[in-house]
């Protein structure tokens, strides 16, 4: 999770919203990504869709079986199901999302009968460090008009 939110960081020097991933496997990293849907022009660049990719092209494979993702804040429906579709083994989040968020909040997308494939969670880790990156981010943009 320093890793992830180390790439929170720079999003945020970026001025992404400060979200990072990471994609381990058999105690490796595979891939490691930000938050770049400004940089890149694209709505779907959130962290862990970036993360995902880079981490299918690492293995070779359209399925991460055995691969846990550390992600900073709590996935959004998109990301939730990418994560699905990728057979993620173990979801690591940091603060979770009330507005945003798609696994504890909102479509609770894991939980849907027609979701077939549910990765373990485990939510609130860092949780403190991440919420604080996010709040520090919106607060200055706010500042700044
Ligand atoms: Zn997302």
Redesign the pocket.
């Known amino acids: 999770m320093g890793l992830a939110l180390a790439e929170a960081r720079i999003a945020a020097a970026e001025g992404e919203t400060p979200v990072g991933a990471v994609v381990v496997k058999d105690g490796a990293v595979i891939a490691t990504a930000r938050n770049r849907p400004r940089a890149l022009k694209d709505p779907t660049a959130?962290?862990?869709?970036l993360a995902i990719r880079q981490a299918c092209a690492a293995i070779g494979n359209e399925r991460l079986n055995g691969c846990d993702l550390y992600v900073t804040l709590e996935?959004?429906?998109?990301?939730?199901a990418a994560i699905s579709f990728a057979r993620i083994r173990r979801l690591y989040f940091g603060a979770s999302d009330p507005k945003?968020g798609a696994v504890e909040n909102g479509p609770r997308f894991f939980a849907q009968a027609t979701c077939h494939h549910a990765p373990e969670v485990y939510g609130g880790i860092r949780e403190s460090e991440a919420a604080a990156l996010l709040r520090e981010f919106f607060a200055e943009r706010r500042a700044r008009g």
């Open positions: 959130h962290a862990e869709m996935p959004c429906a998109m990301c939730a945003g």
